[in-house]
């Protein structure tokens, strides 16, 4: 199983930038997924879900800025930043849930640093 994000990078504030998550090993269309992000010394933090049934969801801090998408076809799962903030700096992460039965997997993370 594997959970590779890519697309992390430096970027100046109100720019954007797109994470992608590339799945491989399980069955990528039963599995709700989800990006988090991190910053030293703070607890992880889910930013935006997508369903099964492609429903998005978003954490507040982030609605209208972040778009999350999936392609089922190519098991990957997508994340578009606009009008990014100093505040967006963290290690962004790709997480695979699905509920029954029980699986939870993590990709390795990707530094997204918002600087001028």
């Known amino acids: 199983v594997q959970l590779v994000e890519s697309g992390g990078g430096l970027v100046q504030p109100g720019g954007s930038l797109s994470l992608s998550c590339a799945a491989s090993g399980f069955d990528f269309s039963t599995f709700d997924m989800y990006w988090y992000r991190q910053v030293p010394g703070k607890q992880r933090e889910w930013i935006a879900r997508?369903?099964?049934?492609?429903?998005?969801s978003y954490v507040n801090s982030v609605k209208g800025r972040i778009t999350i998408s999936r392609d089922n076809h190519k098991s990957t799962v997508e994340l578009q930043m606009n009008s990014l903030k100093p505040e967006d700096t963290a290690v962004y992460y790709c997480?695979?849930?699905?509920?029954?039965?029980?699986?939870?997997?993590w990709g390795q993370g990707t530094q997204v640093t918002v600087s001028s």
């Open positions: 997480n695979a849930v699905r509920i029954l039965p029980e699986e939870d997997y």
């Open positions: 997508i369903s099964t049934g492609e429903k998005p």
